[in-house]
Every structure is written in C-alpha cells, then in structure tokens.
C-alpha cells in the first residue's frame, strides 16, 4: 500500500515548520538587570531631589540673630556669607563677638 503524501501551501508550512521559540534565558536575565538598575537609578534620583529641596528651604530660613549680629555694611567683622531672612537692605551678618 502507498501512503499518500500530505500537501501543504505556503503558508502552512509556515505556521506548522517552527518550532516554538521563546526569549533566550540571557535575554531575560539582561532584561532583568536592567530593570533593576532603572530602579536603583529612580531612587537615586528621588533621594537627590529631596535633600535639594530641604536644602533650599533651609536657605530660605536662615536668620542672622540672635545667634550672630546685624551690622550695617563696611562693619570690619567676620562676615557670614549666606542670605537671612532678617536682613534688611544694606546689612552683613557678623559672627557675634567679632566686630573689631
């Protein structure tokens, strides 16, 4: 008895000729490094952008006295180079003892 071959169209043998083909264990494994360094990398970031934040409201802050002295401009003293919320126009921050 002959056996009768089997005949295909193009696109079924296509479809039927693959084998299943998954993602290479290296390409998951990459994939997964670099997620989680995006991660690490986020939370850098994030911790970066707080402390800039509570630094800048610090500087918004800062007040001259009591802990130093308001002295007018051209006073010969140690000078505190920053910007006070207390000073008005025309005055340095002197460390307190300091004015010569």
Known sequence: MR???LRFSSLEKLCFSRR????PLNTII???LG?????IIAVLVQNQITKSS???KQVEENMCEPDNEAKP????CDVIYASFKD???GFICCR???VK
């Open 54 to 56: 509570k630094g800048i």
């Open 96 to 98: 307190k003892g300091t």
């Open 73 to 76: 401009i051209g006073t010969d």
């Open 30 to 32: 990459i994939a997964a």
């Open 3 to 5: 056996q009768r071959k």
């Open 87 to 89: 000073l008005k126009p």
């Open 35 to 39: 997620l989680i360094v995006l991660v």
């Open 20 to 23: 299943a083909q998954g993602l």
